[in-house]
């Protein structure tokens, strides 16, 4: 089969969205003997993209089209036609913002989350049209979807009206290899000597987002730990600036801590494993997330993990973290508290999460992707439904799962669900 991926939202790997494209692309490594993959790379993306050099394809896109209304006119006028001389099977757009009307191939979308139906103002004017009215048609067209998350699954259902027979649940997967426990001295010495960080410290890795990302809350509910008891714990936030970015520096400007409150800037991938296993507790306290996976990688490095349940964290992370409420202070100060306070429950969190991150393989992943392009190359009925991995009985393989505004059931693929000791056997049905 002829695959085609389209690369261009990966914002320079600095993204979500990036990540999962790197990860995705060196997972399906192994499939690229038996099919045949195109990569359409922007030109200043070629060596994020090296590693995929000659086992697949890689066509440089002028950098031209990178700005997103130029990325968007490429993508509905000019990869048509490029897909048309490939003799592409199928293609696959991994974000909603890029989907293609025409149908010059079977299409295939990842949508991670709908945040601009959930956050009003998350995006300028111009872009929130586009999210909320364009895309929605867009997704009309693609042959099937692929939701991280069953959350998101039940939003494209219920507002971009898809029906859930061309929808299948495939959660992110995890780099085991990069996201593991290790000695925390070691950490330290490595990622916070530099920054003169000494003592324990809380952890957030996300851009500095405001207000999605809610750092607002956590650098008040900090200053109200701080100041209610005493504790030298510090708080570290590693991010690169976003919109609402000068909000936040506002904000730790104006605490009375701020000299405890830490901004890194934005930390390379490479370097993120040890900032996991250096903190003491990993914090994230988003409004909004269609999977998340900042909390499953400090999990996979034995880093203790409090998380807001808002959107799908509540299934990403289980029972493996203490739960947030993202719009109560005091009850983000309350969990701060504990934390720090409660170096046993600290343990417990720490074991849990280990086990829960061990759920997640890009492995895994790419093979449940790679099924839904071969089904809708092929154009075959999607199997039935079967229970995602989150809280239940692994070994149980077909329940419904949530269902859509229409009633319908959507699909997670049955390659997915386990525990370490069973996780890479596949499941078909």
């Known amino acids: 089969m002829r695959i085609a991926l389209s690369t261009s939202v990966m914002q320079r790997g600095r993204s979500g969205v990036g990540q999962y494209v790197l990860a995705l692309v ?5 499939a690229a003997g038996e099919h045949e993959f195109t990569l359409f790379v ?3 993306d070629l060596p994020l993209l090296q590693f995929a050099a000659g086992p697949m394809r890689l066509v440089a896109v002028p950098e031209r089209h990178r700005p997103p209304v130029r990325d968007i006119l490429w993508h509905q006028a000019e990869l048509p036609r490029l897909l048309g001389r490939l003799g592409a099977d199928v293609l696959h757009v991994p974000s909603y913002r890029r989907m293609l009307w025409a149908r010059p191939c079977a299409l295939v ?22 999210c909320r009215v364009v895309a929605r048609r867009l997704a009309g067209r693609q042959d099937r979807i692929i939701a991280v998350s069953a959350d ?18 495939i959660p992110n997967g995890l780099d085991h290899a990069q996201f593991h426990p290790g000695p925390q001295a070691l950490a330290r010495g490595a990622v916070c000597a530099r920054r003169g960080i000494t ?60 000299r405890e409150i830490d901004l890194l800037g934005f930390v390379p991938q490479e370097e993120l494993p040890q900032w996991y296993r250096a903190a003491d507790c990993f914090v994230f306290p988003s409004l909004y997330e269609g999977f998340g996976m900042p909390p499953v990688e400090a999990m996979a490095c034995a880093c203790p993990v409090l998380s807001s349940r808002a959107g799908a ?25 504990r934390a720090a306070a409660d170096p046993s429950w600290r343990d417990q969190l720490r074991t849990a999460g280990l086990l829960r991150a061990w759920q997640f393989t890009w492995e895994a992943t790419a093979r449940a992707t790679l099924g839904v392009y071969l089904r809708a190359g092929a154009r075959e009925a999607l199997p039935d439904a079967v229970r995602p991995p989150w809280g239940v009985d692994p070994h149980q393989d077909k329940v419904p799962t949530h269902s859509s505004a229409h009633g319908a059931r959507a699909t997670l693929d049955p ?7 069973h ?4 499941r078909t049905t």
């Open 415 to 421: 390659t997915w669900g386990g525990t370490p000791s």
């Open 26 to 30: 060196r997972a399906l490594l192994p």
């Open 423 to 426: 996780f890479h056997r596949d």
């Open 199 to 258: 003592g324990p410290f809380f952890l957030y890795v996300a851009r500095l987002e405001q207000p999605a990302k809610n750092h607002a809350r956590l650098i008040d509910a900090f200053s109200r730990f701080k100041a209610a008891t005493g504790s030298t714990w510090r708080l570290v936030l590693a991010g690169g600036d976003w919109h609402g970015s000068e909000t936040i520096r506002e904000r730790v400007r104006a605490s009375p801590f701020a």
């Open 109 to 130: 979308a990842t949508i991670h989350d709908l945040a601009p139906f959930h956050m009003a103002g998350k995006y300028d004017a111009a872009r929130m049209f586009y």
């Open 152 to 169: 998101t699954a039940r939003d494209v259902g219920s507002l971009f009206r898809v029906p859930a027979t061309r929808m299948t649940v």
């Open 42 to 44: 922007l030109e200043e």
């Open 313 to 337: 964290l509540a299934q990403t992370v289980g029972d493996a973290a203490g739960l947030l409420e993202p719009l109560d202070v005091g009850q983000i100060q309350a969990q701060l508290t």
